[in-house]
């Protein structure tokens, strides 16, 4: 049997390879030019080596032009759908095009994908959607747009990338294998001597690392993709250097833990499972997939399948604590002011997107986990954003982004949104400080920003930092946007085109109009006499946020900004 076949007929894992196929391509597509982003992914269980340790390229299998990645070729079975079919062969130059197989899969890009809409335009007299398009990249969806011009039929969430909310319930369901194994010793109390850190390789795990190295004397065994202990280690070790964040020392107290979150036993071997089960004393889980364009289906082994994981490995040997890395994302969306306590979820309605989606269900799990003896806490913070001591900020989130690209247009979005954006270094404080203290009463902290911030606000504060932009009405920037990306004008938009339509952006972006507010009297609490606090977004922070921006090349330098004095 082939290797992937094998992987096939192995349901978790077969969801967890699609899941991380999707995951390489998003991330090729932003970190390589679009010549460079493979066609084809192919995961295989292991790598064919020759003796001498070498990957044998020889037995790799072969990838088929006539297949992608994860569908088999599906012929057209209407006109309409044989004549897209060659529109996309001879855009793509291939010999045959399936009508269930993704645009993207086949080779395509956020460039050609203009350039097929331009010709569909041209043949049929229709201007497609641009986002329900990239929403389900195929021939099928597309024919439909074409013959009808309505709206095509979504999954019961009302979301294409998410799922029913019946689904959801079912998902948050604790499994029956998760609780304390018998035997196990009871948690242990602090000062803690050794941590598990899942997600150390991101932005917000370097400053839950720093955080941990800085407050204790804990040996911090970090979770990261790598082939052997040394690499993992010098991942770790790079991460906390990209945002300034290292110190020496460091790698003394940080062991590189070779895994992967969204594999069943964390990708390990059974005695480095066990061996790290019997060690670890407290466990921070912050490994997530946070990419608001992945379907909940291939985010689900990560983002779920993994929290379940880690909740096993609190099971084994002696009993952790698990502190988990949520988000404000889980509470529903609702027009006008709604108050949302620190309590555990319920309600699963209106809860959007897969990410959002898959964060619901895993704080779900996490709490459902405190009423079976496995002391957890669920932090629920609001969008991170750069470092408020530093300004230094991660350029792969949604709003940074947005903030890109609306320079880049020279125009930003007239929209009715409240921004919750939280520090991650004082994120990052928070969660350490309230997980060495041990554990609280309390299942649930919501971890807000320092106030409720307007989108617009954000925007006044960036034209007055010296970018010369011009709010337009959502429609015409939508339209203004459309346009330069049909000419092919570079935009960091263009990744994020699912999440956006003609008339209102789709519900992950926010839903106008919306006031939410966030309890956090837990919060308080737990934080009192630490002397954390957050510093509230005003011309100061951002100014420092939009430096750093400059001083990293993300952003160019506004107009004049040599004349500009220097904070």
């Known amino acids: 049997m082939s290797a992937t076949r ?17 995951t390489l391509r998003a991330y090729a597509r932003t970190h390589l030019p679009e010549a460079m982003v493979p066609a084809h992914f192919v995961v295989l269980p292991e790598l064919p080596k020759l003796p001498n340790g070498k990957v044998d390229r020889g037995s ?4 088929t032009g006539d297949e992608s990645g994860d569908t088999a070729y599906v012929a057209p079975r209407s006109t309409v759908e044989t004549q897209l079919a060659r529109i996309w062969q001879d855009l793509l130059g291939l010999p045959k095009v399936g009508v269930e197989t993704s645009f993207f899969d086949l080779g395509g890009d956020s460039l050609t994908v203009l350039q097929m809409a331009a010709q569909v335009r041209e043949v049929y007299d229709v201007r497609l959607d641009l986002r329900r398009m990239f929403e389900d990249p195929t021939v099928a969806q597309l024919a439909r747009m074409v013959s009808s011009q309505a709206d095509p039929a979504v999954t019961g969430a009302g979301n294409p990338r998410g799922v029913s909310a019946e689904e ?3 998902d948050a369901v604790l499994p029956d294998d998760v609780h304390p194994e018998a035997g196990a010793l009871p948690p242990a109390t602090g000062p803690y001597r050794s941590v598990l850190l899942t997600g150390g390789t991101g932005y917000t795990g370097a400053f839950l690392l720093r955080e941990l190295l800085d407050r204790s004397t804990a040996k911090v065994s970090v979770l990261v993709r790598a082939d052997d202990p040394a690499q993992a280690g010098q991942r770790v070790l790079a991460n906390l250097a990209e945002y300034g964040l290292r110190r020496d020392g460091d790698e003394l107290r940080i062991a590189g833990v070779p895994g992967d979150t ?31 364009i992945v379907p909940y289906p291939k985010i689900k082994p990560v983002n779920v399948f993994g929290a379940l994981e880690v909740l096993r490995l609190a099971c084994k040997h002696r009993v952790k604590p698990v502190h988990f890395i949520s988000t404000t994302g889980v509470y529903p969306g609702h027009l006008g002011v709604r108050v949302w306590a620190e309590e555990t979820l319920s309600d699963p309605q209106d809860v959007v997107g897969g990410y959002r989606q898959s964060k619901w269900v895993a704080d779900s799990l996490m709490t459902a986990a405190r009423e079976r003896g496995i002391p957890t806490q669920v932090y ?15 350029t792969d989130t949604f709003i940074n982004h947005l903030i890109k690209g609306c320079i880049q247009l020279g125009a930003y979005l007239d929209f009715d949104l409240v921004l919750d954006l939280v520090p991650v270094d004082y994120c990052a404080a928070t969660v350490v400080h309230t997980a060495l203290a041990g554990p609280r009463p309390e299942p649930v902290l919501n971890l807000p920003g320092a106030r409720p911030v307007s989108m617009n606000e954000v925007f006044d504060l960036i034209v007055g930092f010296g970018y010369p932009l011009r709010r337009l009405e959502y429609r015409a920037w939508y339209q203004e946007l459309s346009a330069a990306l049909e000419r092919g004008d570079e935009n960091e938009m263009r990744f994020y085109l699912p999440l956006f339509g003609k008339d209102q952006p789709a519900e992950e972006v926010g839903f106008a109009g919306s006031k939410p507010e966030f309890r956090a009297d837990n919060l308080r609490a737990a934080l009192a006499g630490s002397g954390i606090e957050c510093a509230p977004v005003d011309r100061t922070l951002f100014d420092r946020y939009l430096r750093y921006f400059v001083e990293t090349g993300f952003l160019p330098a506004p107009p004049g900004d040599a004349d500009r004095p220097q904070n």
């Open 6 to 22: 094998q992987l096939a007929n192995d349901p978790l894992t077969s969801s967890w390879a699609a899941g991380f196929r999707s």
């Open 60 to 63: 790799l299998p072969a990838l």
């Open 168 to 170: 959801m319930t079912a």
């Open 262 to 292: 969204g594999r069943p036993y964390l990708g390990l071997s059974r005695e480095s499972y066990h061996a790290l089960a019997a060690g670890v004393e407290m466990i921070i889980h912050n490994a997530a997939i946070s990419s608001w």
């Open 380 to 394: 629920r913070p609001g969008a991170i954003t750069g470092a408020q001591s530093t300004g230094a900020c991660s």
